[in-house]
């Protein structure tokens, strides 16, 4: 059973900056390596939305057109982690930030972790 623990969340000023983690685990079966990685995203009274993809290999990204250019995502599979780095956040990515690790079409979720853009 893949377990995902999300961190890093927290409450910043808008234009600032927060990297978020996620710790992945108990990879009995396949490693933490073939498994697709995303971020996704959920703000109150919205629908969870799709932030950002990295591939197993971390060679190729893909982001919401949201993302774009301020945020990067990245992943250590010799650690079994993957990192959200988001730069000039803006009033709207305040949201619960969701990792989400994908294989064989089957999806596992992380808790979330709160991010909080406020003056």
């Known amino acids: 059973q893949v377990h995902l623990v999300e961190s890093g969340g927290g409450m910043v000023q808008p234009g600032g900056s927060l990297r978020l983690s996620c710790a992945a685990s108990g990879f009995t079966d396949f490693p933490f390596s073939s498994y697709a990685m995303n971020w996704y995203r959920q703000a109150p009274g919205r629908e969870r939305e799709f932030v950002a993809a990295?591939?197993?290999?971390?060679?190729?990204?893909l982001y919401a057109d949201s993302a774009k250019g301020r945020f990067t995502i990245s992943r250590d599979n010799a650690n079994n982690m993957m990192y959200l780095q988001m730069n000039s956040l803006k009033f709207e990515d305040t949201a619960v930030y969701y990792c989400?690790?994908?294989?064989?079409?089957?999806?596992?979720w992380g808790q979330g972790t709160q991010v909080t853009v406020s003056s």
């Open positions: 990295i591939t197993r290999a971390g060679d190729n990204t």
């Open positions: 989400n690790a994908v294989r064989d079409s089957r999806g596992s």
